[in-house]
């Protein structure tokens, strides 16, 4: 990480989860063939903050972008930073057609169940009953008008091209313990040339859900896990699964 | 001098082949050439042709506005193109194939039955290299010798009796159509 | 393959002969006709030199492979016709802001929306102007032979180093699918002869870490962007101007027309001059940089021009800032993917020559 103050704000989980994506750069020693994708999002100033190669790619484009860099030097340790519309909305394809065709490469995904950065409008993730600037009916986001939330990470393990997903979350001194080992999991997946690996992270953004920190921590285990659930979505590795810590 | 040929047939039957190798001769004769085929939906239909122009000159349009000469290898392409031939011009008809009447004046047509004739020979798929030797025949815009050298270029890749084979037709075709003027200009005199 | 020989190619196969020639790594691309014998020709020839060939989920994921590809510091080339075109226009202004060099083919369709895909030159607009959102500009070459789609594709990669900005090749279906003659009159370059460039993302390697980015909230730091491409533009305009010229001396009138349309008036005007009229031609190269200067001071003599464009007419409007009012400037067109013939031009330059003969 360089030394920097982030712009983000009080509670979110991005700066933890740059640290931990930072930490395990540095631990596996790859800082020096790292290259990251930040999306547009509220994550888009990430080169401020990682002391890696970073490329900044068009809102939705993360997948495509880091499929170009990885297919043109494939020595180089590409990972994309998206959130949920730009990888569950607009960069739905890149992201599917990445996983199907086994990329190497390593997806971090942060699910907040809305646009951030814009200012809190439904995300494809944002869950039922939830309001946001976009879904401002009483009963929040609703089936029949708005669809349902999409479970990403079930998607594209669906595909028979992607190799190791895992969802996590960043509301709890165990839970962040436990990211830490997913992003380490997907980078040594990466580095064992074992193809396309993502953790979706679901992570507070207390400014748009309008709650405190603590409140939103709690948010997270009491409404989106039971519909986001936690743990691994697919493992298929054939040779990291030892070597992982 | 701007000589244009269109060649014509149904998918499959190696019209564009016959273009690639008209075009190779001239090239070898350092002439100036263009090679046009059609393209996108229009070959779904299983219809081919192609344009080859012969040029002393820079060549402007590599499309068949008014062709001199047409090789029309079944009826769909005699029907298509006999109307733009440039007066004076020629159609070489495959006869084994075509069977409708030319349906205009002021061209002369020179009907090779070319599937007949490979048939004889031994594989009917040479149609078009017999065909080809009829148009050399009839239009002689490049040598026999270098279209027999461009047919080895092109041909020649894969296989060298394809090529011997290939020589044959072509030979039986540009014989076959000599007869044909022949009879033409016994009949004008 | 000697060098010198010539061989029969079809022009698709020039761009990627050229391509793979100047050591272009890598080659993303997505179906598109008429410009799938180019895709088809680079799978085969990229394979074939275990180079990089995708085939994308769509022309937008195509043209960020690109970007991607080209921040690592390989050749790039991406291709792909109008409405493929259109879609790659947001990574193309990306791409022109992080000052990266890509090359983009378009083998321009009848258009707008679908269209069809007939030969057009419907896409002037959209090339010379930069085509995506924000202040740019992107090289645009305009070949009018299949030699010259072969000397253009490897002139391209060259100047998108030179410059580091993505340039876009402007040909039509009849180009892409015509054979013709060509010779290589270039020495081939393997990619890892290329020199390596000084800002690439390729891992912080024995250096600091760098990005490339085209974020620049601070509206001064964006200013001053936008002025430093500006100068990178300028320099372009003053050193990379391209045209050709045709029966030009003594002209009265001077048609302008640029890659098929230009083949058709050059035969046009070749039976003008052989009727003794008075009737030349100028084939702009570059359209962006636009030979402005060039039109200009031949419009201190040469009283009247004529654009002559497939599409209702665009260039048109180039060549009235070129002239500036010292000059008429005609306009025929002919749209929709219909390819004039030279005995229809030849007609009606006729028409205005011998109008203007009268009125003088």
């Not at chain 2, 290898?73 to 011009?89: C, E, T, V």
């Not at chain 2, 020179?110 to 004889?120: C, F, L, M, R």
């Not at chain 3, 083998?107 to 102007?129: E, K």
Request: charged content about 20%; hydrophobic content about 40%; glycine content about 8%.
């Amino acid at each position: 990480m360089k030394d920097a103050v982030t712009h983000y704000c009080q509670g979110c989980g991005h700066s933890v989860i740059h640290r931990l994506t930072a930490e395990v750069i540095e631990e596996l020693g790859i800082a020096d063939r790292a290259v990251g994708v930040p999306p547009a999002g509220c994550a888009v100033l990430a080169y401020f903050y990682f002391d890696v190669d970073m490329i900044e790619a068009p809102h939705g484009r993360a997948c495509a972008v880091a499929t170009g860099i990885k297919r043109a030097n494939p020595e180089s340790i590409v990972f994309s930073y998206q959130g949920d519309g730009d990888l569950a909305a607009i960069g739905t394809a890149e992201a599917v057609h990445s996983a199907n065709r086994s990329e190497n490469i390593t997806v971090i995904f942060v699910n907040n169940a809305v646009y951030g950065m814009t200012g809190g409008q439904m995300a494809p993730t944002t869950l039922l009953g939830q309001r946001t600037t976009t879904s401002p009916a009483a009963a929040g986001r609703e089936v029949h008008r708005e669809g349902y939330p999409i479970k990403v990470s079930e998607l594209l393990a669906s595909l028979e091209g992607s190799t190791y997903i895992e969802r996590c979350a960043v509301n709890s001194v165990r839970a962040i313990r436990r990211t830490k080992k997913a992003i380490r999991e997907a980078f040594l997946t990466q580095m064992n040339g074992e193809g396309f690996s993502m953790v979706e992270i679901l992570s507070p953004c207390p400014t748009n859900w309008k709650m405190s920190p603590v409140k939103s921590w709690k948010w997270i285990d009491e409404v989106m896990t039971p519909y986001f659930p936690l743990g691994v979505i697919k493992d298929s590795r054939k040779g990291s699964k030892k070597d992982a810590g | 001098m701007l000589v244009k040929t269109v060649f014509a047939g149904f998918g499959g039957q190696g019209v564009l082949l016959m273009g690639v190798c008209v075009a190779t001769a001239a090239m070898n004769e350092d002439k100036f050439v263009t090679y046009m085929p059609s393209y996108g939906a229009e070959v779904r239909g299983g219809t081919a042709n192609c344009t080859v122009s012969i040029s002393t000159d820079e060549i402007s349009s590599p499309i068949a506005s008014s062709p001199n000469y047409v090789v029309a290898m079944n009826n769909p392409s005699l029907l298509r193109f006999q109307h733009i031939i440039k007066p004076g011009g020629y159609i070489v008809t495959n006869s084994s194939l075509v069977n409708v009447e030319l349906g205009r004046s002021g061209v002369t047509q020179i009907q090779v039955p070319g599937s007949d004739i490979a048939e004889e020979l031994g594989a009917m798929r040479s149609a078009n290299m017999v065909m080809l030797g009829a148009y050399a025949a009839v239009s002689n815009v490049v040598s026999f010798q270098s279209l027999i050298d461009a047919v080895g270029e092109v041909t020649g890749k894969k296989k060298k009796e394809l090529v011997e084979f290939n020589i044959k037709a072509i030979k039986a075709g540009h014989d076959y159509a000599k007869e044909q003027i022949k009879k033409f200009a016994s009949i004008e005199a | 393959m000697k060098n010198k020989e010539k061989r029969l190619m079809r022009g698709s196969e020039a761009i990627g002969e050229a391509a793979v020639r100047a050591g272009c790594a890598c080659y993303f691309g997505y179906p598109i006709t008429p410009q799938n014998e180019l895709t088809e020709y680079m799978a085969r020839r990229m394979m074939e030199t275990g180079r990089v060939f995708l085939q994308s989920e769509s022309e937008i994921a195509a043209i960020n492979m690109s970007l991607g590809a080209a921040s690592t510091g390989v050749r790039v080339m991406t291709s792909s016709s109008s409405p493929g075109i259109s879609l790659k226009q947001e990574g193309i202004s990306f791409i022109a802001a992080m000052e990266l060099p890509c090359v983009i083919v378009n083998i321009v369709r009848g258009g707008p929306g679908l269209g069809n895909i007939a030969p057009a030159q419907s896409d002037y607009f959209q090339a010379t102007r930069g085509g995506g959102h924000g202040d740019y500009r992107t090289i645009v070459l305009a070949p009018g032979s299949v030699q010259e789609l072969y000397d253009l594709t490897r002139k391209s990669f060259e100047l998108a180093d030179e410059y580091r900005t993505p340039v876009l090749l402007l040909a039509d279906g009849m180009l892409g699918q015509m054979m013709e003659p060509v010779v290589f009159n270039d020495k081939e370059i393997l990619p890892e002869q290329l020199p390596d460039k000084p800002w690439t993302v390729k891992g912080a390697k024995d250096r600091p870490s760098r990005f490339i980015r085209s974020l620049l909230l601070d509206v001064d730091v964006e200013e001053e962007q936008n002025w430093r491409l500006y100068r990178k533009y300028q320099r372009i305009e003053r050193r990379e101007i391209r045209h050709e010229e045709y029966y030009m001396k003594g002209a009265e009138l001077a048609i302008v027309a640029y890659g098929t349309a230009a083949r058709i008036a050059k035969a046009a005007v070749k039976r003008c001059v052989e009727k003794n009229m008075r009737v030349g031609l100028i084939r702009p190269i570059s359209l962006w940089p636009f030979p402005y200067e060039h039109i200009y001071k031949t419009a201190e003599t040469v009283k009247h021009f004529m654009s002559f464009e497939m599409s209702t007419g665009q260039m048109i409007e180039d060549v009235q800032l070129g002239v500036k009012g010292r000059a008429e400037v005609l306009m025929y067109g002919r749209p929709g993917g219909v390819v004039p013939t030279p005995a229809e031009l030849f007609r009606v330059i006729s028409r205005a020559y011998n109008k203007i003969a009268r009125e003088k």
